[in-house]
Nanobody, 117 residues
């Protein structure tokens, strides 16, 4: 079992930046594929970025070139650096971890990102 807690969301102006963090407890993340998802009002939850235990990354086309996902094994944390934010990035951002041994998935409670002038 792992618990995931996001932080770093907030209100930012268009063109601004935010760094989201996901802190894990209860399990070491070395066996986990870690991801960021987001869900905007009235829309389905979508994958934003993913990072494997080996450090390989995948990004949604909508954020490619503007976002960077990373993980710190020593701190048991994952991050999402978001730059050049637009109102279309407004959503609740969720941290997700999937244990590649058991295939169990775990979600954080989400953090709100609002991009508005």
């Amino acid at each position: 079992q792992v618990q995931l807690v996001e932080s770093g969301g907030g209100l930012v102006q268009p063109g601004g930046s935010l760094r989201l963090s996901c802190a894990a407890s209860g399990s070491v993340l070395t066996l986990y594929v870690m991801s960021w998802y987001r869900q905007a009002p009235g829309k389905e939850r979508e994958l934003v970025a993913e990072i494997t235990s080996g450090g390989s990354t995948t990004y949604a086309d909508s954020v490619k070139g503007r976002c960077t996902i990373s993980r710190d094994y020593l701190k048991n944390k994952m991050y999402l650096q978001m730059n050049s934010l637009t109102p279309e990035d407004t959503a609740v951002y969720y941290c997700n971890g999937q244990n590649m041994d058991t295939m169990a998935r775990y979600w954080g409670q989400g953090t709100q990102v609002t991009v508005s002038s």
